[in-house]
Nanobody, 126 residues
């Protein structure tokens, strides 16, 4: 059973940077795609970023492209989301996720991910 735990959220001002971490427990973390999603109140869950198992391939949602960077340290079973130039519209609960199937390639579709963390709140003030 895979467990994911996010950390690093908080209250920041517009233009600031923040780094989120997601620590995974369970075997074979290094074999799996990892993704970041976010959900603001009253809105659907939105794709933020995803990384292939080896970190070579990364994909981003249009709203964060050029500002956010996903990376991973497979030796530490951790995936990161570096967020820069934060905007008030980035305010949301941020979740990391991973699929059950190690063959799943990075995807923007939440339904493709089977395991989710509890989320960490990011609030950006104007």
């Amino acid at each position: 059973q895979v467990q994911l735990k996010e950390s690093g959220g908080g209250l920041v001002q517009a233009g600031d940077s923040l780094r989120l971490s997601c620590e995974a427990s369970g075997p074979m973390f290094s074999s799996y795609t990892m993704g970041w999603f976010r959900q603001a109140p009253g809105k659907e869950r939105e794709f933020v970023a995803s990384s292939s198992w080896d970190g070579v391939n990364a994909y981003y949602g249009d709203s964060v492209k050029g500002r956010f960077t996903i990376s991973r340290d497979n030796a530490e079973n951790t995936v990161y989301l570096q967020m820069s130039s934060l905007k008030p519209e980035d305010t949301a609960v941020y979740y990391c996720a991973t699929p059950r199937n190690p063959l799943t390639i990075p995807t923007t579709i939440p339904a493709a991910y089977d395991y989710w963390g509890q989320g960490t709140q990011v609030t950006v003030s104007s």
